[in-house]
């Protein structure tokens, strides 16, 4: 029997992304290592489920040695599977990413990345998604994979406190400019939306979503200011999403 | 010059479904009503936006003298379409629903038409989800509407919390029968996910998604506690996901 914990790894990218590559080869080092992942990129699917269609699933090869499945749902379709019909108990650890691209601040609510890790967690499993800045397809992961090293290990040493994933941020630096890791707020942000129209060849118009990121937030607490000064950063997250502080102004209300 | 507030009417059921309608039908009574949603059903889809492919948007007929649109993505991406493409300003009031179904609890991350309200206080309109805990096509909404106009009144007079929506569950009751309205937190429950194994006429299996909901939660506080009893609960919600009561213990960790 082994000791080794075992550590289901998914992501948003599609099973073939270089950043999952990169995060099973840091987990290998930590644990035995399951995969599973959607079969296509799932980006910005948000906490997304599939419940109109059934679901594919097919074992799959993935750099060698490793369990993989890849399947045709969301994010945390993926974090369902593993549980209830691969593992049939829950893993030690559940992580997902390497993102490419970042999910700090208000990207977290986008996030097919962060929904599975949030998925983990609502199931119960220690839980972390990870991020690096740079949305390149041969983006340098050698940086981060030694952060999703160090951080993993310390959920795997301390647990995490009940109800609660991280959200890790890694700038586009190598190790060694990197000054270190912050645990911080989410920062105040919105997307700011803008629509490329355009017109078909048959002239009817059509939309594509793009938009410009707009910090609202000076605080030096917060993820986008550690990030902007070369530090990686750890956003505990929570998914009781009451506005607690909101209740007793509600209660004076007459309804 | 109209005094009458701008109501944006969305949903995730889609711009058919009965639970709109009604919703359309309440508005009315408060303000100019302006319909953006889906045109097909859009549940479970979480916050998830639609990046990979352009959208579509037609200008179409919602029960008379009533402008609406209905669009190829998903209920964020209505919202957005809304403000940017339609409006081209922010509406006073952003409303979505009345789903068919429950969005309590931990429905809220699953939700489309709570994600859709999320995304209507991100950009900073208020915004309030509705839900009638009923799935049937011929549910009857009439109670739903009395209480949408009621809350929806109260957030004209009061505005809300700065980055505050409201997650509102309607009973399935008849008006003399729901005992009140309740200002509730979010219970701790979770899906107990199963899947339905099935083969296809090749032998191929696939896997339909169900599950169970488990209220793991006792308190009398919880919108679980208030739906169970005959009351509306009505949950104030937030986007900052950090748990901040986490940080200063991550904080003592060696990274």
New interface residues.
């Given amino acids: 029997m082994s000791k080794r914990p075992t550590i289901l790894v998914t992501n948003d990218d599609g099973i073939t992304a270089p950043g999952i590559r990169a995060l099973v080869e840091a987990m290998k080092t930590l644990g035995d290592v399951v995969v599973v992942a959607p079969d296509s ?1 799932q ?10 269609k ?4 097919y074992k799959t090869e993935v750099h060698g040695e490793v369990l993989g499945y890849q399947c045709s ?1 969301t994010p ?2 993926c974090v ?2 593993a ?3 691969i593992l049939h108990r829950l893993p030690d650890l559940c992580v997902s990413g390497i993102n490419h691209g970042s999910n700090s601040s ?1 990207n ?3 996030s097919g990345t962060m ?1 599975a890790a ?1 998925e983990g967690a ?2 119960g499993i220690p839980s972390i998604g990870f991020s690096l800045l740079n949305y390149a397809q041969d983006a340098d992961f050698s940086a981060a994979k030694e952060i999703a090293i ?2 993993a290990s ?1 959920v795997l040493k ?1 647990g ?2 009940k ?2 994933l991280l959200n890790v941020n890694i700038p586009n630096l190598s190790s060694e400019n990197i000054k ?2 912050k ?4 920062a ?1 942000a ?1 997307w700011e ?3 490329d ?2 017109k078909d060849p048959h002239g ?6 793009t938009g410009q990121f707009i910090n609202m937030d000076k605080g030096e607490d917060t993820d986008e200011w550690a990030l902007a000064n070369g530090y990686v950063s ?14 007793s ?3 004076q ?3």
């Avoid at 980006?43 to 109109?52: C, D, K």
């Avoid at 059934?54 to 699933?57: D, G």
């Fill in positions: 990129p980006s910005a699917m948000g906490h997304a489920i599939t419940i109109s059934p679901l594919r699933m749902g945390v379709d369902k599977l549980v209830n019909k208000i977290v609510i986008y929904s949030m609502i199931e160090k951080v310390e301390n995490l406190p109800d609660t270190g890791i645990i911080c707020r989410q105040r919105k939306e803008k629509f129209e355009r009817q118009p059509y939309y594509w979503l750890i956003v505990p997250v929570q998914f009781d999403l009451t506005a607690h502080h909101a209740v102004l509600l209660n209300w007459e309804l």
